[in-house]
């Protein structure tokens, strides 16, 4: 047997716009370009969309066209996708990593607060300076984990309060909706992803969403080589790079979008069938819903209690290796990156929440194709193999004193 992690769901549709586009001659710059990002701005119920040849290349042109440069820090979180802090590296800005909420794995707006509060002064002209590193503090970047949305209420409010720019992850959240608002268009510019695992996909790709003509008009420009929004071809006006997404795959993304609400639909019935199957087992903590927020499911990530969550982890997930189910760490957060950590060898954030978050996550099958039986092993393996650990741990310690042990109060 082999249950992978992931896998894209590809119909006739996706066949045939792409036959299309082949059949065409015009293989990049087209038509299709101009219709995925169309629908997708109507979709998003954003005024601009700008699509691009990756979700980093969009974070990237956004990081631009916020001006985020050097001398600059970005308030963010560490449990995301290392691009998620590489886009500001790209620019010589800095992430100022905060820590999580324990229950949403989301940044905290708490966490948020206590940062900007405890840790930054204003100079004499008005600008926020973070005290330890000297750096302007310019912007914020919620990222929507997992598909459910960050407290964008409590963080744009933060946002306004300290001018902060806000520039939204959403790589892992297209159709997410906060208090009827999709995430991804709150803030200054949304980014989203198309990879293979990604809820739709375009091969690679991504999208830049914002209700703000300049940033739009700059990133379509530095998409293309920084030509000018005159069209003129061998005119560049600005640093450019080639971010373009060809007609190829803006064609599977007009197909994928097209489909995208019964796509998202059947995750949610797979996420369902997760919950209903896993129900009750004390090591075992399943996502919940959040009041307010409506999850895009992205993976299906339980998270293991008790005293040694990483170690039943690792115990689980041998037993579904053996038995040809893939799993995965989710995330393993960015300061204990090996390319973090060489960078910034002083720099010890206290994460304690986020550190938590990495011992217990782990990610099983979870595509829109699963089908109930695939369903019904993963399960029945997850539960064989908590059954046979060596003296589980029960959940013994509540949360909260970790996090206090952890910061030394
Ligand atoms: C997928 C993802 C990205 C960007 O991914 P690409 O592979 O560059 O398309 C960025 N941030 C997060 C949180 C993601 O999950």
Same mark, same amino acid.
């Given at each position: 047997m082999n249950i992978p992690l992931s896998a894209p769901d590809i119909g006739e549709r996706e066949m045939d716009y792409v036959r299309q586009v082949l059949q065409s001659k015009q293989l990049s710059m087209g038509p299709w370009l101009e219709q995925f990002e169309k629908q997708f701005a109507a979709y998003s119920g954003s005024r601009y969309a700008i699509a691009v040849n990756s979700g980093t290349s969009a974070l990237h042109l956004c990081v631009r066209a916020l001006e985020?440069?050097?001398?600059?820090?970005?308030?963010?979180?560490?449990? +995301?996708?290392? #691009? +998620? *802090?590489?886009c500001f590296l790209y620019e010589g800005a800095l992430p @100022?990593?905060?820590?999580? /909420?324990?229950?949403?794995?989301n940044l905290d707006p708490q966490a948020v607060r206590e940062f900007l509060r405890t840790k930054c002064r204003r100079s004499a002209n008005g600008v926020l300076i973070d005290r330890?590193?000297?750096?302007?503090?310019? #912007?914020?970047?919620?990222?929507? *984990?997992?598909?459910?949305?960050? #407290?964008?209420?409590?963080?744009?409010?933060? @946002?306004?309060?300290?001018?902060?720019?806000v520039l939204e992850d959403a790589c892992e959240a297209i159709g997410a909706e906060v208090e009827g608002r999709r995430a991804g268009t709150i803030g200054d510019a949304?980014?989203?992803?198309?990879?293979?695992?990604?809820?739709?996909?375009?091969?690679?790709?991504g999208m830049i969403t914002t209700n703000d003509e300049n940033i739009a008009e700059l990133c379509r420009s530095m998409r293309n080589q920084g030509r /000018?929004? /005159?069209? @003129?071809?061998?005119?560049? *006006?600005?640093?450019?790079?080639?971010?373009?997404? +060809?007609?190829?795959?803006a064609a599977l993304g007009v197909a994928q979008l097209e489909r995208i609400e019964t796509i998202l639909a059947s995750r949610a019935e797979i996420a369902r069938e997760? @919950?209903?199957?896993? #129900?009750?087992?004390?090591e075992l903590q399943l996502p919940e819903d959040q009041p307010g927020m409506k999850r895009s499911w992205f993976v299906y990530v339980v998270r293991?209690?008790? /005293? +040694?969550p990483a170690a039943l982890r690792e115990h689980v997930r041998a037993r579904l290796r053996e038995k040809g189910i893939a799993s995965q760490v989710y995330f393993t957060p960015i300061h204990h990156q090996p390319f973090f950590q060489q960078c910034f060898p002083e720099t010890v954030p206290s994460?304690?929440?986020t550190d938590q978050a990495a011992d217990q996550c782990l990610a099983l099958p979870f595509h829109s194709r699963l089908s109930k039986s695939e369903i019904q092993t993963v399960c029945d393996a997850v539960t064989a193999a908590l059954e046979t650990m060596p003296r589980i741990a029960a959940p013994s310690e509540p949360v909260q004193d970790v996090a206090m042990r952890a910061m030394g109060t």
């Open positions: 985020i440069g050097a001398n600059d820090e970005v308030i963010t979180t560490s449990f +995301s996708f290392v #691009a +998620s *802090v590489n @100022a990593l905060v820590d999580i /909420d324990p229950v949403t794995l330890e590193t000297g750096r302007v503090v310019k #912007a914020l970047m919620p990222v929507h *984990v997992f598909g459910l949305p960050c #407290a964008m209420e409590e963080l744009m409010e933060i @946002a306004r309060e300290y001018r902060l720019l949304g980014v989203f992803a198309f990879y293979p695992n990604k809820q739709m996909t375009t091969g690679e790709g /000018d929004t /005159d069209g @003129a071809w061998l005119r560049h *006006v600005r640093l450019g790079y080639n971010y373009r997404l +060809s007609e190829l795959h997760y @919950a209903e199957l896993l #129900a009750g087992r004390k293991f209690l008790g /005293d +040694s994460l304690p929440y």
